[in-house]
């Protein structure tokens, strides 16, 4: 399998889709506002883009699977698996805050071999292969040097709808701005991760997260020399639900903490 043409040929679909994303968001109306759940948005513009994004990554592997955050598509037992978060970052655009993302990744069995994440607005685009280094627009990146907490910018996603938590997490919180440079909420888990990789962020946590958050991301980390785990330090996010993706110098201080706070 050629994952390289495989990666080049979906950087191109997300771009597309991105092109249709950045239209609609001169246009867009609050109105056409949808609710999953307790303040879990949707659109149209995230049905639509998920839309376009299977239709042609159909026609890359032909008999894929399918993981999708709107469930447009969902076919699963396959050898070759797309996970596909069309718009990550709903919330951001819909309030006309320029944060948003196309999150892909592309998984063999249970591996993951191709990811991407397209940040729309600044037109950055964030990938690798198998075998491969990480790349942000043609140029290889790698996570940051700096082994010291104290020294580290964080980021994270604060609870929006399971709050049952929100004590310990805040206790969290409360910690870790005392111990690093600062603490941001992008809004966005798959731009975090991607920010991980290219070492503007030391660290990235947050929990209550699917498949389709952080599949692209978390290899993109992994691949730009990274470490990703859940907050009990395994390699499982999935069935988790949450994740710890860091440079690796500081996932032993920052696991310490969480598990201090927020023990999986």
């Known amino acids: 399998m050629d ?30 506002i949808e609710y999953k759940g307790l303040n879990d948005l949707v659109s149209y513009v995230d049905k639509n883009a998920e839309k376009q994004l299977v239709k042609n990554l159909k026609k890359i592997l032909p008999g894929a699977g399918f993981i999708t955050e ?7 037992n396959k050898s070759y698996t797309w996970i596909i978060d069309p718009l ?29 994440v397209y940040e729309i607005n ?9 075998g491969a280094p990480a790349y942000l627009n043609n140029k290889e990146i790698s996570v940051s040097k700096n082994a010291l907490l104290s020294q580290s910018l964080l980021a994270t996603g604060f609870p929006y709808y399971q709050f049952d938590k929100q004590p310990e997490y805040i206790r969290l919180f409360t910690e870790m701005m005392q111990k690093c440079h600062g603490l941001r909420r ?6 975090d991760l991607v920010y991980v990789a290219c070492g503007r962020f030391d660290g990235y946590f947050e929990y209550n997260l699917n498949a389709y958050d952080v599949a692209a991301g978390a290899f993109i980390v992994q691949q730009a020399g990274g470490v990703v785990t859940n907050f009990s330090g395994g390699n499982e996010i ?8 860091s440079n690796g110098l500081v996932t032993a201080e920052i696991l310490e903490t969480i598990k201090k706070h927020f023990g999986s």
């Open 186 to 191: 992008i809004g966005s888990a798959a731009v």
């Open 3 to 32: 994952y390289e043409l495989i990666c080049n040929k979906v950087i191109a679909i997300a771009r597309l889709t991105g092109n249709f994303i950045r239209k609609e968001a001169m246009s867009f109306d609050m109105a056409a």
């Open 238 to 245: 999935f069935n988790a639900r949450e994740v710890l993706a």
């Open 88 to 116: 990550d970052g709903t919330t951001n655009f819909i309030h006309g805050i320029p944060t948003y993302s196309i999150s892909i990744a592309l998984y063999e069995e249970d591996r993951p071999v191709v990811g991407v």
């Open 122 to 130: 600044r037109g950055e685009m964030f990938y690798s292969y198998k």
């Open 70 to 76: 709107e469930d447009t598509e969902n076919i699963y």
